[in-house]
């Protein structure tokens, strides 16, 4: 019997949309990925894989030995051995409460915090809880393609807003107005950027927590890289427009902290008004 034929017998079958919108998605990595599958294994010169996203697959990188000693620590005490609570332990959202809080006007809790299993979680926690039938949210483009490839599983319908290259990356807000309507969940921005490396300024995250305001959208920040800045603007978190607009910020310890492999990351509420969670002003 040919392998076709045979294959119809069985009712277990590839998310064929799924594999649709991973196939259309254009990745900085996709493509240095073909770059290096292209070079001769002879050729002599060095190649510097500027796409890779694991910092500590290079050894000039290293997490602070006093992170190591921490996890040490922990794992020795045998006190962190049994099953966790669904949002976290609290000594870990209690320190992310108080890491976070250092950048915003207002104190974070520990029951705004929710770990995860690295920020890939995070996403695609929010991602669900956002996807009720019918429903659309709002992806940068360009940005980061699990967005498109978990909204496809999860059938949440995307819409994408342009980046502006001429404006250093920054959302057409213009876009974000037209796209936007009454099923429109919430909009999704990634700063400090990917791909694309941008770190918004105050005053325009300033511009996209009001324009989420009049449409009544969530805004999801995706921070993974906060802190990591190069360039002459100082990162913001969108948190500290938490009383302007609700936002879900989405983060985690791989990328600063050079540890992807510990995958340990969270999803935070930043919101004192509209969600009515408790806030103590600083």
């Known amino acids: 019997m040919e392998n076709g034929s045979e294959l119809e017998k069985w009712g277990f079958r590839g998310n064929e949309k799924l594999s649709a919108a991973l196939a259309s998605a254009v990745t900085v990595r996709g493509i240095l990925m073909k770059l290096f599958e292209s070079l001769s294994k002879d050729d002599p010169r060095p190649t510097v894989p500027l796409g890779h996203g694991d910092p500590s697959a290079f050894p000039c990188f290293r997490t602070a030995a006093v992170a190591e000693d921490a996890i040490v620590d922990a794992v020795r005490s045998a006190k962190y051995n049994g099953y966790a609570p669904p949002v976290g332990i609290l000594p870990a959202r ?9 950048d915003l006007p207002y104190a974070l809790s520990p029951d705004d915090v929710h770990v995860t299993i690295g920020c890939i979680q995070a996403i695609e926690v929010t991602m669900a809880v956002l996807a009720r039938p019918g429903a659309n ?5 360009p940005g980061f393609p699990y967005y498109e490839s978990r909204a496809a599983a999860i059938n ?8 502006n290259p001429e404006k250093g990356w920054e959302v057409d ?7 936007a309507d009454e099923n429109t969940v919430a909009m999704v921005i990634i700063n400090p950027g990917n791909p694309c490396g941008t770190v918004y300024t105050h005053q325009h995250l300033k511009k996209i927590a009001e324009t989420a305001r009049k449409l009544g959208i969530l805004v999801v920040a ?6 990591l800045t190069f360039g002459s603007n100082p990162f913001v978190p969108m948190g500290a427009f938490g009383s302007i607009v609700p ?3 989405l983060g985690s310890i791989s990328k600063r902290w050079i540890v992807p492999g510990w995958r340990l990351g969270w999803i935070v509420t930043n919101d004192p008004n509209v969600l009515h969670l408790s806030k103590r002003l600083k």
């Open 94 to 102: 209690r320190a992310i409460a108080d890491y976070l809080s250092r």
């Open 137 to 141: 949210i709002l992806l940068p483009r």
């Open 156 to 163: 949440l319908e995307v819409r994408h807003f342009d980046l």
């Open 173 to 179: 807000l213009e876009s974000i107005e037209a796209l």
């Open 222 to 227: 995706d921070e993974v890289y906060h802190h």
């Open 247 to 249: 936002v879900i910020t």
